[in-house]
């Protein structure tokens, strides 16, 4: 166990299955230690809960008491956003380089000065979920530059995004528009953001309860996966 000010937190060995969400504190934090296998991953995802960490730490669990989501057809696209996809001069595609969009994402994080939580063990954990078909990217490119981007997890009809990046203005923004349209097509129920910031709002999320997304995860996770490469949905 892990001590502190709240109560203890379980840290995870072997295949020990996570405690009670009721047991998390109350910035959300779960449980620790544990695994990134995709089995691990996987529960987690379904269950609730996500990995945040960084290089200092043990694997961190966390569930917080409120979530942030986007539901596809609520995405907010400014006028200045609309002319910036019609008239950007970038091309979309899906799961065509999803490394350097994980690590490009990785390196945006190590701007900001407080380093960074997709440490290299993220980034194989996730490289891994790509290959068997549950993690995807969009990727922005101008020209052969990959400007921007952003990648998650799909199980059944929730999209569980993980962290987006851009080189150019807005074009992190387009590829959260073209997933939306797609997420849409493919009549997906939420875009599961995590954690509230004001850019996010911007783009139309909102705040439910935990309860309350446990209840639209469970509705999400009775359809199914739509497992394997997205390369070719766009042309669908």
Not at 37 to 58: C, H, T
Request: hydrophobic share 40%; aromatic share 12%; glycine share 8%.
């Amino acid at each position: 166990m892990i001590g502190n000010s709240n109560h203890r937190i379980k840290y995870l060995r072997g295949d020990d299955e996570f405690p009670p969400l009721s047991e998390a504190r109350s910035n959300g934090l779960l449980a620790a230690g544990g695994s990134l296998s995709v089995a691990r991953l996987l529960k987690a995802y379904s269950s609730g809960i996500f990995p945040w960490y960084d290089e200092w730490s043990p694997i961190l669990w966390y569930s917080p008491p409120e979530r942030c989501i986007i539901e596809p057809s609520a995405m907010v696209r400014t006028k200045s956003l609309r002319q910036r996809i019609r008239n950007g001069g970038f091309k979309v595609s899906f799961d065509t380089d999803f490394e350097s969009v994980i690590r490009a994402c990785a390196q945006i994080e190590r701007s900001i000065g407080d380093g960074t939580w997709i440490v290299p063990e993220m980034i194989l954990a996730y490289k891994t979920l790509h290959a068997e078909g549950y993690a995807h990217s969009v990727e922005v490119w101008e020209g052969d530059n990959l400007v921007g981007g952003l990648y998650g997890v799909s199980i059944g009809k929730a999209f569980f995004g993980e962290s987006m990046f851009h080189r150019k203005t807005d074009a992190s923004k387009v590829a959260l528009h073209y997933l939306c349209n797609l997420l849409e097509m493919k009549k997906f129920f939420f875009i599961d953001a995590q954690m509230k910031t004001s850019h996010l709002m911007s783009l139309g999320a909102t705040i439910i309860t935990r309860e309350q997304y446990l209840l639209k995860l469970q509705e999400a996770l009775s359809q199914e996966t739509l497992k394997g490469s997205w390369t070719n949905l766009l042309r669908e």
